[in-house]
């Protein structure tokens, strides 16, 4: 398999899709490793296997509808496997593997069939105090954009998954590209507080447009720095709540065509009416409530 990402939106051609089947009993609340689930847990509101089972079909059937190839992990008996975005991620033509919290670590031996369709001299595999999830890595064309945590109490945060050693190894591996590391607020269990990943605040969309949430970053700066490359015109302000429905984490099939949640009427209506978009809308709710959305249940493999 020739991997190639350059972006988040070139024609898609092959993508690994998370695994809804047996995902176990719903977690304690020590058990938690987002402040998303946190909620939902501390709520009564965690989602059930059959609820996420058709949500990931309905998913996987707009995938094929546009002849994109869909491999699934392996099933890891009672396991969350939803999320295939954090194992690991591609930067043009390269898999890195990600060093994932210990919480999730057994993930990545349901990949092994995905990984062996890959060469081995393409796969980086990053030194073991390297973190990083693919949440937080945006591939745009010159840019990557990386979400991270500089505060010296990354260690005391569940929801803090890169570093910023793994940034410079990054820069090393890609030194042609501009590696942009932006700051996100973090809150392992208020989820109106803190950003899980980069994904959840800012997404790029189209050829030129994103999807961006203020409030995420530490430094203002940094929010900045995305509008002045964007252009304030071409992006699409969430609010605090919707941030929490996970409005920024929709999926992109191509430049004209993206996946998104039925549930967010006026952003779909934004996609469709001022920047005419393809919307294909699916239910996503009840996925939502685990911390992740679309772009998290997914591995791009082959863009165009």
């Given at each position: 398999m020739k991997l190639n990402i350059k972006n988040e939106t070139g024609r898609l051609r092959s993508v690994v899709l998370g695994q809804p089947n047996s995902m176990g009993g719903i977690p304690t609340l020590e058990e938690s490793y987002d402040a998303k689930s946190y909620h939902s847990i501390e709520n009564n509101i965690y989602p059930k296997e059959e609820d996420i089972i058709n949500e990931m079909n309905a998913f996987e059937a707009v995938l094929k509808k546009y002849d994109v190839e869909v491999l699934r992990p392996d099933i890891i008996q009672d396991y969350n496997q939803v999320f295939a975005r954090d194992v690991a991620f591609v930067i043009d033509d390269k898999m890195?593997?990600?060093?994932v919290i210990a919480d999730r670590a057994d993930e990545q031996e349901a990949y092994k069939s995905v990984f062996e369709k890959v060469a081995w001299r393409t796969i980086i595999n990053l030194p073991e105090t390297a973190h990083i999830e693919g949440g937080d890595v945006i591939v745009w064309n010159d840019f990557i954009f990386i979400g991270t945590c500089f505060s010296e109490d990354y260690r005391n945060y569940k929801t803090a998954r890169t570093n910023e050693y793994a940034i410079e190894i990054l820069k090393e591996y890609f030194p042609k590209k501009r590696i942009i590391d932006l700051e996100l607020k973090k809150n392992?269990?208020?989820?109106?507080e803190g950003i899980l990943h980069l994904d959840c605040t800012f997404n790029p969309i189209g050829k030129d447009k994103c999807i961006i949430y203020k409030e995420g970053f530490v430094d203002e700066s940094d929010y900045n720095l995305i509008i002045d490359i964007f252009g304030e015109e071409n992006c699409f302000h969430v609010t605090?709540?919707?941030?929490f429905e996970m409005y920024p984490n929709i999926f992109s099939?191509?430049?004209e065509i993206v996946v998104s949640d039925k549930a967010f009427t006026r952003m779909n209506d934004h996609?469709?009416?001022?920047?005419?978009m393809t919307v294909e809308e699916i239910p996503y709710r009840e996925i939502s409530k685990m911390g992740g959305l679309l772009r998290c249940s997914t591995m791009p493999l082959i863009r165009e």
């Open positions: 890195i593997i990600s060093n392992d269990r208020i989820p109106y605090a709540e919707e941030m099939i191509s430049p996609l469709r009416n001022e920047w005419g």
